[in-house]
């Protein structure tokens, strides 16, 4: 739904001299610099937003409300930094035509858009090598984080989760509220679904696996006394181990039909489980990423990259790369909090001034200019043998 935005990056690469393809992934848009002989560098940045009502007390924040895929009409912004990735993105573009003399190969800059729901890379690795776009060599990418402009953070390896976004129907007889014994409540077997659910992580996983199972929404019936006949339960897994996924999946089969079972349900109204979103674990290729490391070091200063376990989080950044899994690529985080705001989050013990999606997020303008020096030395650093 991104089409104001990748028509603002269009139009951006087009000026600049880059042979753009739009409307990859609906709205994705890829734009091609070839500068003699060299590697394919890929960069991409997410162009989508969310679903936040922003309350940060700025002069542009965010007032627009738009119809999502639901039909719904909901409030927007950008709670994770999306904006200031294009941001970046374009910065660098037309930094490195500027410094045409100062690299040589291809660069292929990507606006992704529907990052949060995980289809966007998906649906754009599908079309646009097919339509043109050559294979990287590497591909980058960056990521705003609400540490203080400045500090940045790019490490090796596994950092972000594996994600499985999944919807289960239960399906039951609905009915009156006050004669549930002629129905098959659907509700109660979602609820005894739900708390079953839990058990997965907390019994079966191993304690040293890092695992996630969230039901995120329940959408069950409209009036107090009627009892339903569907019930839609939308789960979020998150994983490290494909082990760990392919048997949360499982586990969640086996306890549905157990209810099903239960409650005597023909097979026609067994629940069904429909999976959304599949995405792999975001893992640092180590040589790239000591190389990027320092191009970083350089703009940054010693001491500014931050060490942290891997997170739970997720990113569907290397799906580009998902006919092409051996393709290195390093994806890094960008530091983006105001630094007086980030102080005083420190003495009221907090960890961050605020995380992203959260209606507070907020981007200091300081974080423009720096983001974009160091994507632009991170991708010269690329070019450069």
């Excluded at 951006?12 to 990859?24: C, N, R, S, T, Y």
């Excluded at 039951?172 to 739900?194: C, F, K, R, W, Y």
């Excluded at 082990?243 to 549905?256: H, L, P």
């Excluded at 980030?342 to 995380?355: I, T």
């Amino acid at each position: 739904m991104e089409v104001r935005t990748a028509g603002i990056v269009a139009k951006e690469l087009k000026a600049l001299g880059f042979e753009v393809i739009e409307k990859i992934g609906i709205t994705g848009v890829v734009g091609i610099l070839r500068n003699g002989n060299g590697p394919v560098v890929l960069y991409r940045a997410d162009m989508d937003c969310n679903s936040v009502e922003e309350q940060v007390d700025l002069p542009y924040k965010s007032t627009k409300r738009m119809v999502n895929e639901e039909g719904r009409e909901v409030p927007v912004m950008h709670a994770c930094g999306h904006d200031a990735h294009v941001t970046w993105m374009l910065g660098i573009a037309k930094q490195m035509v500027a410094l045409k003399s100062k690299w040589s190969g291809t660069l292929v800059m990507v606006g992704q858009p529907a990052e949060e729901n995980g289809f966007g890379a998906i649906e754009m690795s599908k079309e646009m090598y097919k339509k043109g776009v050559p294979v990287p060599d590497y591909l980058l990418g960056m990521h705003t984080g609400p540490a203080p402009v400045g500090m940045y953070q790019s490490l090796e390896g596994e950092r972000m989760a594996g994600a499985v976004q999944l919807d289960v129907t239960f399906f039951g007889l609905g009915g009156h509220g006050s004669t549930p014994e002629q129905t098959i409540d659907p509700v109660v077997m979602a609820a005894n679904a739900i708390l079953q659910y839990q058990t997965i992580i907390s019994r079966n996983i191993h304690p040293q696996h890092p695992a996630v199972l969230t039901v995120g929404a329940v959408e069950a019936g409209i009036d107090n006394n009627v009892i339903p006949a569907r019930v839609l339960l939308k789960l979020n897994l998150r994983w490290y181990h494909r082990a760990d996924r392919d048997f949360m999946i499982e586990r969640i089969r086996k306890i549905n039909e157990g209810i099903a079972v239960a409650n005597e349900l023909p097979l026609d109204k067994y629940p069904t489980i429909l999976i959304k979103q599949d995405l792999g674990v975001l893992k640092n290729d180590a040589l790239l990423t000591a190389k990027v490391n320092t191009a970083l070091e350089k703009i940054a200063g010693s001491g500014m990259n931050i060490e942290t376990p891997p997170n739970m989080g997720s990113e569907d950044v290397q799906e580009l790369l998902r006919d092409y899994p051996n393709v290195p690529y390093t994806y890094f985080i960008v530091g983006i909090a105001n630094r007086d705001l980030y102080a005083k989050a420190l003495k009221e013990g907090k960890k961050y001034p605020f995380s992203n999606h959260n209606p507070d997020f907020w981007v200091d303008l300081t974080a423009i200019p720096l983001g974009t020096q160091l994507g632009l030395a991170a991708v010269l650093e690329v070019f450069h043998k």
